[in-house]
């Protein structure tokens, strides 16, 4: 039997186009959180453990409803995180094997904290089907309108989770401004952005004729990363250290963290001369 290693390389050496998608687990080796379970999100937010606080409870709009300080302190701290935080190499790897395909790559990921722009994607091949937290929406969806978070500078008690700065406004009708991210039980997300997104992943996929998929730390939990990328039918290289198992026809598992993943990928495109 072939070693993964060597059959994802030659998945790649065969592709004309990647089809990259992503759940939490790649941003792990870039020192981001994974609310891997009610104990795990209560570690990395102790006064929501404290009230008992559920993920499902706090990334949803009834919380903004219900204390909305809390929310904004809850989401706000997230992005401040993810303005400071820099993708890992693993990010660099990927870019590296999408410049030597005739048709590039795209990303899929369900992962709101922009990491693929910040390590020099293309914004326009970027697909976030669960929005971003770098933009903003009227908690309404007054018009429509969604824009960019970058004049929103919180400030945040983090050791209680609440938001000390005015909250953000929808500049239209002066409601509350909410997160442009899918939440739980959410009915008012403006998906306008992510349609966008979407179209144009469809209309890059239609261009492509050997995809190969790279799915890196997508987990099962809400499948929505792993079911995409299954549902191309082309070779499909899944990278996670927890839930590696594949259940496809031309499909190889390593069960390895992101960054070190990539890096036997890459070594083994070295050697067939794929990479420098």
Not at 38 to 60: C, D, K, M, T, V
Not at 153 to 172: F, G, M, Q
Not at 239 to 264: F, K, M, R, Y
């Amino acid at each position: 039997m072939q070693d993964p290693v060597t059959t994802a390389a030659q998945y790649l050496l065969d592709a004309d186009g990647l089809l990259i998608t992503a759940g939490a687990g790649m941003g792990i080796d870039s020192g981001l959180p994974d609310f891997r379970g009610p104990q795990g999100f209560w570690r990395a937010y102790p006064a929501l453990g404290r009230a008992h606080i559920l993920f499902e409870e706090i990334a949803n709009p009834e919380a903004f409803v219900q204390d909305p300080e809390q929310a904004w302190g809850f989401y706000a701290h997230r992005l401040a995180l993810y303005r400071e935080t820099q993708p890992h190499p693993g990010f660099a790897l990927l870019l590296a094997m999408a410049e030597r395909l005739p048709r590039g790559a795209f990303v899929f990921t369900s992962n709101v904290d922009g990491q693929f722009q910040k390590a020099g994607f293309d914004a326009a091949r970027v697909a976030e089907c669960h929005g971003s937290l770098h933009y903003l929406q009227c908690f309404h969806d007054c018009r429509g309108h969604i824009w960019p978070a970058e004049d929103f500078s919180p400030t945040v008690d983090a050791a209680r989770c609440r938001l000390l700065s005015p909250l953000p406004r929808c500049p239209d009708c002066g409601a509350l401004a909410r997160p442009n991210v899918l939440m739980f039980g959410d009915w008012n997300w403006q998906s306008g952005r992510t349609e966008v997104q979407r179209q144009r992943l469809e209309n890059w996929l239609a261009t492509v004729e050997r995809p190969v998929v790279v799915e890196i730390g997508a987990g099962t939990a809400i499948p929505t990363v792993r079911w995409f990328g299954e549902m191309r039918g082309a070779p499909l290289i899944r990278i996670n250290p927890g839930e590696p198992e594949v259940c496809t026809g031309q499909a190889v598992s390593l069960a390895l963290g992101a960054h070190v993943g990539l890096q036997a990928i890459a070594r083994e495109l070295r050697a067939a001369g794929f990479l420098d």
